[in-house]
């Protein structure tokens, strides 16, 4: 092969492999970019979904205490008694939607458990609160109805939400884990095919070198006429090996030339 | 021996002179000294042969 096509080849490889390793790395940031896309999509949505009805319940809850505290006056029974109802609401369709989009079976379950414990609760608290409006607002009568009663939807709540944050953390590590796994297959590529080439490139530059050298002996023994013995082994399909085979001749020519000046000398 | 190689020799030097023997050894790259010792192979026939045909063409 020739020395020229060698240059190219060498040269088409470098270039190849350094469009494969952007082209790799182009992948490789967009299958990361796909991945976080769908954990913002979906798990990150529904953990956010689950706080806000998490603290939507505990305003429910307050909601309920204010009015048992400060119900007494009309219009404080009044929007308290409409903010109570409001965060009821948010809470319930909030589970029921979350419930509706969660894949997860076993959060879909809890959180099915929590929309039927929540309406309980809820009726619960409307019975509390005919109590108390019909007993002169009698905060203890009507508190002794639903006290504690907002520990087990609470505690079911705070599975879900810790279910749902181990899934994102999980999948966060996972996801971690998996640009891991392609950065370091990445720089074992890269640098295999690295080392490779110029290993390539070492071999083909001391092969030309030394062949040079081998040229560049026998050229100076010819510019100095000493022939004697000499013997040109330089040959290959290569431009070296055609500069080599021009030197044959040339030295053959030098020993016709010697052999015919010895010859008319003798003469 | 290679009697037929020696006779290209003799046949450059007859038509070209001594130039044309310098000239034969060149694009044949074998000296008649060496020549004297290489066999007459079809191969190096064909060599001589063609070198023979290139000093034509060339006038010597």
Redesign the interface.
């Given at each position: 092969m020739k020395i020229s096509t060698k240059l190219i080849m060498f040269f088409c490889g470098v270039v190849t492999l350094f469009v494969l390793l952007a082209v790799a790395l182009l992948a490789q940031t967009r299958s990361v970019s796909a991945g976080y896309d769908t954990l913002l999509a979906r798990q990150v949505r529904q953990a956010e979904a689950a706080r806000v009805i998490q603290v939507s319940f505990k305003k429910q809850v307050q909601e309920w205490k204010d009015i048992l505290l400060r119900g007494h006056t009309p219009d404080d029974l009044a929007k308290y008694t409409r903010q109570f109802h409001e965060q009821q609401t948010a809470v319930s369709n909030g589970a029921e939607t979350l419930a509706a989009d969660m894949q997860d079976a076993e959060c879909r379950d809890l959180l099915n458990q929590f929309v039927a414990a929540h309406k309980a609760l809820g009726e619960k608290y409307q019975a509390a609160y005919d109590v108390y409006v019909g007993g002169s607002f009698d905060f203890k009568a009507a508190d002794k109805e639903v006290r504690g009663k907002d520990r087990p939807p609470t505690d079911l709540f705070d599975q879900i939400v810790k279910r749902l944050n181990d899934d994102v953390a999980a999948s966060v590590a996972a996801q971690a884990r998996a640009v891991a796994r392609a950065r370091n297959l990445a720089l074992a590529l890269s640098g295999g095919l690295l080392a490779g080439l110029g290993l390539v490139g070492f071999v083909t530059v001391r092969t030309i070198l030394q062949r040079l050298g081998r040229l560049k002996a026998v050229s100076d023994r010819l510019a100095k006429a000493d022939i004697e013995g000499l013997s040109v082994d330089i040959s290959g399909p290569d431009e070296i090996g055609q500069f080599g085979?021009s030197m044959?001749?040339?030295?053959?020519?030098i020993?016709?030339?010697t052999?015919?000046a010895s010859a008319a000398g003798q003469a | 021996m290679a009697a037929k190689l020696n006779d290209f020799y003799k046949q450059a030097a007859q038509e070209f002179g001594?130039a044309g023997?310098?000239?034969?050894?060149?694009?044949?790259?074998?000296?008649?000294?060496?020549a004297e010792a290489a066999p007459d192979s079809p191969e190096n026939i064909k060599i001589f042969q063609q070198a023979m045909a290139q000093l034509r063409a060339g006038g010597g």
């Open positions: 085979d044959k001749g040339v030295h053959a020519a020993e016709e030339l052999k015919l | 001594l023997r310098i000239k034969l050894a060149m694009l044949t790259k074998i000296s008649s000294e060496k």
